[in-house]
């Protein structure tokens, strides 16, 4: 790859390794154009700058998926979407958001979350026999805390993310007509469905996320119907899809040299340490989009205004200027914090949760499952797939 190529960015959905691809493209430079006119940043310091420069917006990104959708749900969703709005929309719903989903309440949840993974991996502990870890638990567990947390009953929960999943492609770069067509009507149930949720906790107010977004007022400001609908669509995905990613992809890099595994089982490796190399190392969301509006240089690049930076997190969370042997996986290592729930105005607001999460998921299936392992050398490939940012396994089959 030479330094004036542009980057074909679709070569990161056909690979199941995309950090050799990155590192190569990070040799070159770190903010390198791409063939469809963005600029693709992998170095650390330039990510950083671009994340926190008060010229870079996101509601620009929306435009794109707004392209061609009917009045309704689905476009009401895109144009309410937290993570694509700027000022001064973001500030105010961010904050409300933030008065409801407080530190308190994921330090508050943090013993049924234990509890709830314990369960989980002793009943697969009790099954024996190979398990699906993506469907079985790395799955169940997010999934349920979410729901404990907008308080949808558990029986309802697989309704959710069928909405969630058939909404997706809403978001995807390559979607067909016949996709959105259909994602456009799961919108339309998926708000529906919230509507009618949000209706019940207006009337019957109770301890959970709903009835505090409802609640929720800074200085006589509340937050409007369609936002509430987007807010609830967004958490509900947000709060599982990238979590089960998180710990599938972790696992997996454990279960490639059994010593790792081992080290996690007698503690010479903490479990937070573990989780905190995992973001780093598999980041599950491997890039956010930003568009400058006005010209900026970055790493050396002269952009221009409107031309998207695709600031590719997995990158920066392996450049070597700031990580030491950044392909190793070394928990408790020296450097920055990853920039794996990205920085800034729009850094991740369920990160605390996530990382609780995570670490719960593994002290439970070391405590309970300390002999895991993958049932013999698998002929096939593990099952990667990268679909827009989000990377992650389909499976990991695996052993108590
Ligand atoms: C490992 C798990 C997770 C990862 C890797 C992750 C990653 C991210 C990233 C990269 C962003 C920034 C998007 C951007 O700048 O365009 C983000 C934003 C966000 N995340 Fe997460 N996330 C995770 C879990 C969660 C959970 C569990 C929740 C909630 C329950 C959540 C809720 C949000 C929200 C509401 C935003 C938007 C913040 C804003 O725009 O101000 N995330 N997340």
């Known amino acids: 790859m030479s330094a004036d190529e542009p980057f074909d960015l679709s070569v990161l959905e056909r690979v199941a390794d995309p950090y050799p691809v990155l590192a190569e493209l990070r040799s070159t430079g770190p903010v390198r154009r791409t063939t469809d006119g963005f600029w693709a940043v992998t170095g650390h310091a330039e990510a950083l700058d ?10 620009p990104i929306a435009l794109r998926f707004l392209d061609g ?39 508050a949840l943090r013993p049924w979350v234990e509890a709830t993974a314990q369960d989980l991996a002793a009943g697969l502990a009790r099954r024996g026999g190979p398990v699906d870890l993506v469907a079985e638990f790395a799955h169940q567990v997010p999934s349920l805390v979410i729901s404990e947390l907008l308080d949808v ?20 770069l390559r979607t067909s007509p016949a996709q959105r067509t259909a994602a456009v009507a799961a919108a339309e149930e998926f708000h529906a469905y919230l509507g009618d949720l949000l209706d019940a906790r207006a009337a019957a107010p109770g301890d959970d996320l709903l009835s505090a ?36 992809n972790g696992v997996s890099v454990l279960l490639d040299d059994p010593d790792r595994w081992q080290r996690v089982v007698d503690g010479r490796w903490t479990v937070p340490d573990v989780v905190g190399e995992f973001l780093r190392f598999e980041t599950p969301t491997l ?21 998207p930076l695709v600031v590719l997190l997995g990158a920066a969370n392996r450049d070597p200027a700031v990580y030491d042997a950044p392909d190793e ?21 369920g990160a605390s949760l996530a990382r609780s999460e995570a ?23 593990r099952p990667w797939r990268q679909r827009g940012a989000f990377r992650g396994l389909d499976h990991l089959l695996v052993t108590a």
Not at 50 to 59: D, N, T
Not at 333 to 339: K, N, S
Not at 364 to 379: F, N, T
């Open 69 to 107: 959708l009917p009045e309704g749900a689905a476009r009401d969703e895109m144009v309410h979407r937290i993570n694509f709005l700027d000022p001064p929309d973001h500030p105010r719903v961010r904050s409300l958001l933030s008065t409801a989903f407080t530190p308190r309440r994921v330090t």
């Open 359 to 381: 670490e719960a998921m593994l002290g439970a299936l070391v405590a309970e499952l300390p002999g895991l392992h993958e049932p013999g050398p698998s002929a096939a490939p």
């Open 287 to 307: 890039y956010v989009v930003r568009v400058p509006l006005e010209p900026m240089v970055l790493g050396g690049a002269e952009v221009g205004p409107w031309e």
């Open 153 to 172: 009953p558990v029986g309802e929960r697989d309704r959710l993310t069928e909405f969630s999943d058939r909404t997706a492609p809403l978001l995807g």
């Open 50 to 59: 671009a994340l926190r420069h008060p010229g870079c917006a996101s509601s």
């Open 329 to 349: 996986f070394r928990p408790g290592r020296a450097g920055p914090p990853p920039l794996s729930f990205a920085f800034g105005a729009h850094y991740c607001l």
């Open 213 to 248: 977004l409802l609640a929720a007022e800074a200085e006589g400001d509340r937050l409007t119907r369609p936002e509430l609908l987007s807010l609830a669509a967004t958490l509900y995905s947000a709060g599982h899809r990238t979590t089960r990613d998180l710990f599938a």
